[in-house]
């Protein structure tokens, strides 16, 4: 009978999600050499080949995506017997993904007090707009995440968060362009819907000016005074100005939480609990 190597199991996981051997390397502490050899072997072991290479990268074979199901189940349970037995702590790890204005926002709070009681718990983060994190949940890339939705009222909602008009001063001169420069996330996000639709609403012209899906590039682009930025008000730092004065209102968004397995390893179980117990309060 054939046994799998668990080690190998784990680093195939670590390469699956990465899409990337040298990024792999770097997460789990070995060379790019000794990934790829481990790579051979657990081929060797499946008697199939499961990783397709290039100059880019590598993705799964349809035998690679097979196996990243069942690797998942296992080495989520592999991790809930040790903690079982233990009795005493947690192990194993957890990939969360986050936009980045609530990384900002939430996770330290979060994350100090989740470590206080699990420290043996290994985190791997992923910040990332909602758009971006769905699609690596359902491809199982990470484990849990915090997205954003537009139905504010939806049972699942853990915290409501305003959208703001944030600009260099309360009232900017560049308020008086004909057409008011806008700094955006991409055309899929809820800030860019919510501010497009709003400007349509009241027959005011824009124009996107800046895009980007960095809220640091946003909050930069609104210091230099170049464009009217749109952000969760949670998000704006303190040197920057919510802006109310000839704008149309904007719209409240829910943030919710959502797994990549219908029965999450009890890392990613624990975190997603924390999480609801505390994002609220903050």
Known sequence: MRDL?????????VIARTGSISL????????????????????D???QALLHRSGSGVRLTAAGEKLMAHAEFLLARHDDI???????????SVSLGCPEDYSIAFLPGVLRSFFARHPDVELRMVCAPTTELRPL?????ID??????ADVANSDVLRREDF?????????????????????????TLDYRAACDAMEAINR????????????????IARSGHAISVLTRTAVPPDLHIITAGLPSLPTIGIALEYAEARPSSAAKALGNHIRAVLPEL
């Open 5 to 13: 190597d668990l080690t190998l199991l784990r680093n195939f996981a």
């Open 144 to 149: 849990v995440a915090l997205i954003s939705i």
């Open 205 to 220: 012209r824009y124009r996107v000016a800046f895009a980007s899906n960095s809220l640091a590039g946003l909050i930069a």
């Open 45 to 47: 072991q499946i008697g």
């Open 82 to 92: 040790l903690a079982d037995m233990d009795g005493t702590a947690l192990r194993g």
């Open 137 to 141: 949940l359902t491809r199982r890339q």
């Open 164 to 188: 703001v008009w944030v600009g260099n001063a309360p009232e900017p001169n560049i308020l008086d362009h004909p057409n008011l420069p806008l700094a955006l996330s991409a055309p899929t």
């Open 24 to 43: 792999a390397s770097l997460q789990v502490g070995r060379t790019q050499s000794t990934l790829s050899m481990q790579m051979q072997r657990l081929e």
